[in-house]
C-alpha cells in the first residue's frame, strides 16, 4: 500500500494546516466585510463547460483538465477554476439571487500540470466575483478587497500591476496592429511565440523566450488603443484606486487571451517568490463570458488569489503564520483524585469557549508536559494530589523559546481558573 498521496497533492497536517485555516478564516472574514455572500459549486462539472471558457487555444484545455467519463459515460471534469462555475449558477438562479450578486469561495482547484513548488495539482483558492455590474466601481471594490486581504497576511513586499485590454470594439483593431507589426519578424521568434502570434496575438507578451526582447518590447500596447468608453473606464478604475489608497503600477503587457475577457486585468505578484511563481493571483473583467455560455449579455468582474502559494510566501517575508496553534488549556492532572477535578476542570473551559485538552491516560508529569507541548498548548493547568487538597491548579505557560527553569506558574482556585483564561489573551502567548 502506497502510504504517499498522489503526485502534485498534499496532506495539510498541523502546523501548516493551522495555517491554512487561518487564511480561509481571514479570506471568510475580508469577503464578508465587502458584502460578498459565500457560495460553492460542484467540484466537478460537464466537460464543456471549462472547455468552452478555456478556449481552444488555452493551456488549461490542452493540457491540464482533469477529464473523466462517469459511469454514464459522460464527460466530466474536476474544476480548474471557479469563475465558470459560479456565473454558470448565476446565470441558472439569476432570478432568486441580488442584482448585482456578489460572491465568493474558498476551494480546491485542480489541474495537471507538471508539479514543482508553489505548483500542484489541487490547490486552494479564495476568489470572488461581482456579476451584473459593468460600472468602473465594482472593479475597484474587487481588487482593493484583494489588496487588502493580500496586505492583511503580511504581504509587504506586494507588487500589484493593472491594466486594460480592451472590448470588442478596439480590440480587434489593436490584434490587427500588432499581428501587422509582428508579422514580418515572425522568423525572429522562437516557435512558442510564433504559435501565440497566430492563435492568441495578444499573449506574445507571456512568451516565456521572446516576450521581454526589444522586437516584443517595441510593439504597440492596447492600452494605447482604447476606444474612448474603454479609455473612460479604466481612468474611473485607476482613479478609484488611488482615491481609496491602493497602490498599484500600470503595466501595459499585463494581458488575457480570451475573447470574453474585457477591459480591467490585474495581478498581484509577490518579491518574496521566485520569478515563476511569483504571482499569488489576479483576475478581470470578464463581460462576454456569460454569453459564451449561452445566457445574456452579464457584466462581471472577479479575482482568484492562490492561497498555497500565499502560506508560501508569509514565512519568508517574516509574516507570523495565521492560526491559532493549538488548545488554551492543558489539563494535566496526576493521580485518580486529581483525574475527577481535572475532568470536570476540562468541560468548564470548554463550556466557557476556552479551547481545552487533556490526556487520555494518568501519567507522569513529564510526559504529560510533552503532550501538552506536542498539541500546541498555550498554557498547562497541573492538579496533583496538593492542588485538590487546596481546590487549586497550578497554571504554567508552555510559550516556545523559554529557558529551563524559568517557567512562570500562578496557583489560582478551581472555581477561578475559566474567568482566569477569559481574562488572558492565551492566543498572543503562543
Ligand atoms: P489563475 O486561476 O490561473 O489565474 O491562478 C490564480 C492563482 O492561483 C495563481 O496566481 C496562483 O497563486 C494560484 N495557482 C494557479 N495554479 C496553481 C497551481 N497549479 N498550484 C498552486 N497554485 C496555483
Not at 496538593?386 to 508552555?398: C, I, S
Request: proline share 5%.
Amino acid at each position: 500500500m502506497e502510504l504517499q498521496p498522489p503526485r502534485g497533492t498534499a496532506d495539510l497536517l498541523p502546523p501548516a494546516s493551522d495555517a491554512m485555516l487561518g487564511l480561509y478564516e481571514a479570506a471568510h472574514r475580508s469577503a464578508r466585510l465587502f458584502g460578498f455572500r459565500y457560495v460553492e459549486t460542484p467540484t466537478f462539472e460537464h466537460t464543456e463547460l471549462f472547455a468552452r471558457t478555456s478556449g481552444e487555444t488555452s493551456d488549461v484545455v490542452t493540457k491540464e483538465m482533469y477529464t473523466f467519463e462517469d459511469k454514464g459515460g459522460r464527460s466530466l471534469t474536476l474544476r480548474p477554476e471557479q469563475t465558470a462555475s459560479i456565473v454558470r449558477a448565476y446565470l441558472e438562479n439569476a432570478h432568486d439571487l441580488p442584482n448585482p450578486f456578489k460572491a465568493y469561495h474558498v476551494s480546491q482547484q485542480f489541474r495537471h500540470g507538471r508539479p514543482q513548488a508553489g505548483r500542484l495539482r489541487e490547490f486552494r483558492q479564495f476568489g470572488v466575483e461581482t456579476i451584473g455590474v459593468a460600472a468602473p466601481g465594482a472593479d475597484v471594490e474587487v481588487i482593493a478587497l484583494g489588496d487588502r486581504f493580500l496586505r492583511g497576511r503580511g504581504l509587504d513586499d506586494l507588487e500589484l500591476q493593472v491594466n486594460s485590454i480592451g472590448d470588442a470594439e478596439c480590440r480587434p483593431a489593436y490584434r490587427e496592429k500588432l499581428i501587422a507589426y509582428l508579422e514580418p519578424h515572425a522568423a525572429e521568434l522562437d516557435e512558442d511565440c510564433r504559435t501565440r502570434l497566430r492563435t492568441n496575438p495578444l499573449r506574445v507578451f507571456d512568451c516565456k523566450v521572446d516576450g521581454k526582447t526589444p522586437l516584443v518590447l517595441g510593439a504597440p500596447m492596447i492600452s494605447d488603443n482604447l476606444c474612448q468608453a474603454c479609455a473612460e473606464h479604466f481612468a474611473a478604475v485607476r482613479n478609484g484606486l488611488d482615491a481609496d489608497g491602493v497602490a498599484f503600477e500600470h503595466d501595459p503587457r499585463l494581458v488575457r487571451g480570451l475573447d470574453y475577457y474585457t477591459r480591467t486585468t490585474f495581478e498581484f505578484a509577490s518579491g518574496a517568490l521566485s520569478q515563476a511563481q511569483s504571482a499569488l493571483g489576479g483576475g478581470g473583467r470578464y463581460d462576454g463570458l456569460a454569453e459564451v455560455l449561452g445566457g445574456p449579455a452579464t457584466p462581471g468582474v472577479g479575482f482568484a488569489l492562490g492561497l498555497d502559494r500565499i502560506l508560501l510566501a508569509m514565512p519568508a517575508t517574516g509574516a507570523r503564520t495565521p492560526g491559532g496553534a493549538g488548545v488554551a488549556c492543558f489539563v494535566v492532572a496526576l493521580g485518580a483524585e486529581a483525574t475527577t477535578v481535572g475532568t470536570r476542570l476540562l468541560k468548564d473551559l470548554r463550556e466557557a469557549g476556552i479551547p481545552a485538552a487533556s490526556a487520555f491516560e494518568d501519567r507522569p508529569l513529564k510526559a504529560q508536559l510533552r503532550m501538552a507541548d506536542r498539541a500546541g498548548a498555550a498554557y498547562v493547568a497541573i492538579v496533583g494530589e496538593r492542588e485538590v487538597e487546596a481546590g487549586t491548579a497550578q497554571l504554567r505557560r508552555l510559550a516556545s523559546g523559554e529557558r529551563e527553569g524559568e517557567q512562570e506558574q500562578e496557583e489560582v482556585p478551581l472555581d477561578d481558573v475559566v474567568n482566569w483564561f477569559s481574562r488572558t489573551d492565551w492566543a498572543a502567548e503562543r
